[in-house]
């Protein structure tokens, strides 16, 4: 219902950069509610958004989400591929976008260690904890969890 009210007003002001957080948000829910094709299309709609109105935070967000929702979909490969555009952009000069970095390492991390990629997987989430750790991440512990169980 918020949603449908937000996508409203978002409509009616012709706010691009409200959209594209409407079209993130969309799909972070979607993905928490495990509707993975309404997940799909909301990235894929931000994307689109993200790509052709310069919006590189939204872009870089939603690099995530979509490697999330691969990672669901048990395409590790192509988390991989997401993930490392995602953190390609992050850490760009021109960007420093040390969260979308943090998120996108930790993601990293995530797809090589099923890959069973596991010193290369390591090396990203130890990285990722290190951010994570500095910007005061609350998402910390997740990173935290997921080295101890590569490092067993």
């Given at each position: 219902?918020?949603?449908?009210?937000?996508?409203?007003?978002?409509?009616?002001?012709?706010?691009?950069?409200?959209?594209?957080?409407?079209?993130?948000?969309?799909?972070?829910?979607?993905g928490d509610?495990?509707?993975?094709?309404?997940?799909?299309?909301?990235?894929?709609?931000?994307?689109?958004?993200?790509?052709?109105?310069?919006?590189?935070?939204?872009?870089?967000e939603l690099?995530?989400?979509?490697?999330?929702?691969?990672?669901?979909?048990?395409?590790?490969?192509?988390?991989?591929?997401?993930?490392?555009?995602?953190?390609?952009?992050?850490?760009?000069?021109d960007c420093?976008?040390?969260?979308?970095?943090?998120?996108?390492?930790?993601?990293?991390?995530?797809?090589?260690?099923?890959?069973?990629?596991?010193?290369?997987?390591?090396?990203?989430?130890?990285?990722?904890?290190?951010?994570?750790?500095?910007?005061?991440?609350?998402?910390?512990?997740?990173?935290?969890?997921?080295?101890?169980?590569?490092?067993?």
């Amino acid at each position: 219902n918020h949603l449908q009210t937000a996508s409203e007003w978002i409509l009616h002001s012709g706010s691009v950069e409200h959209l594209c957080l409407f079209h993130l948000v969309r799909a972070r829910a979607a993905g928490d509610a495990e509707e993975r094709e309404t997940a799909q299309r909301a990235v894929h709609e931000g994307l689109h958004l993200a790509r052709a109105c310069g919006l590189g935070l939204y872009h870089i967000e939603l690099l995530c989400v979509q490697a999330e929702i691969n990672l669901a979909r048990g395409d590790a490969p192509a988390a991989e591929h997401v993930a490392r555009e995602a953190l390609w952009r992050a850490a760009a000069a021109d960007c420093c976008f040390v969260w979308g970095e943090a998120e996108a390492r930790h993601l990293l991390g995530k797809a090589l260690a099923i890959q069973q990629r596991i010193p290369e997987a390591r090396d990203a989430l130890e990285a990722a904890g290190q951010l994570r750790q500095c910007i005061g991440d609350p998402r910390l512990e997740e990173t935290e969890r997921l080295l101890s169980s590569v490092m067993a």
